[in-house]
């Protein structure tokens, strides 16, 4: 029995006869194999890393750099309005009695027109215009002329300085709306940096201990050395007075007293109790917030900072500073808490 074939024309079964069915069927797997690859590419990105410590402290100092010079030019431009203020109080001081001044000497000539054109003149400048000669009469109208003109002098003097005051003082109140428009501004952009740097402060890991005085410290894990460390650090520049405890002069042992006491961590008022109230941690193990103690008798104690350095109220003379602990003989490191 013959085998039928398929003519030359015809296509296989369960594919579209028609060009466009090619075409759509072609068109699902590019858009499947684009999709593929676009979800692919995705898990292929990397996630993006958060900011280091260094470089946010970077992107601070940036903003510090825009912000200083903005402090400097408020600065300038406030002591200049101040100096320019006293200027124009001045003036206004000045003008005041001058205004008083015209005020009465144009009060003297309006009498004077007053009583000459509504009463007429006075009894004794009546009779003299009557008996007097015309030659005389002249001369006393003259006279009464003279009086008016001498009034009037007196009083474009006074108008005149006064012109010259309130010239000055009008460029002088100009100066200082243009210097308060300054100052404003200044003090707009001064708030937007501030905020800026604050938000950048914020985003600091909370390991990271940040405080005026200190260096920045990474890495605290304990809260209470969190605490410990910026308490310390804020009394940078306090005096050293013997057996002080703070809050505004320390010795030794009453610093790291008072720093652990905000942590509410009691430590006795003394470097030998100190040594036995903390747990001992090898130099190798230390970390910020640890007390460091020095010399063999235990007669020095600071509060340890990471990288060599330490918070201490070290002695008379000399104020709670940041200083190396390879300045004396450690004699050990001890964990509070």
Known sequence: MPVATMPPHRHAPGLSARPGGLRRV???????????????????????????????????????EQLEPTIEQYNKVRAQLKVNRKKSTDLQKKIEPLALQSELALNRVGDLASRYYMSGPSQEIGALLISAK????????????????????????????????????????????TQTKQQNELAAKKKQIDAEIKKLEASMPKTTVKTVGCPTINGVLAVAAQKAIKTACQQVGDPYVWG??????FDCSGLTQYAYKSAGIYLTHHTGDQWNEGKAVSRADARPGDLVFFFSGLS??????????????????????????????????????
């Open 134 to 177: 015309p030659d005389t009469l002249t001369e006393q109208l003259t006279l009464l002329d003279r009086l008016a003109a001498q009034e009037r002098k007196q009083v474009e003097g006074v108008l005149a300085v006064r012109a010259k005051y309130d010239s000055e003082k009008q460029k002088l109140d100009a100066l200082i709306a």
């Open 300 to 337: 020095h104690v600071g509060l340890y900072l990471g990288n060599n350095q330490m918070v201490h109220a070290p002695r008379a003379g000399k104020p709670v500073q940041v200083s190396s602990i390879t300045t004396m003989p450690i004699a050990g490191f001890r964990r509070p808490g």
């Open 244 to 249: 002080a405890t703070g809050p505004n002069s």
């Open 26 to 64: 072609a068109h699902r797997l590019l858009v499947l194999v684009a999709a593929a690859a676009v979800g692919a590419g995705m898990l292929a990105v990397p996630a993006q890393a958060e900011p280091t410590v260094d470089e946010i402290e970077a992107q601070i100092d940036k903003k510090w």
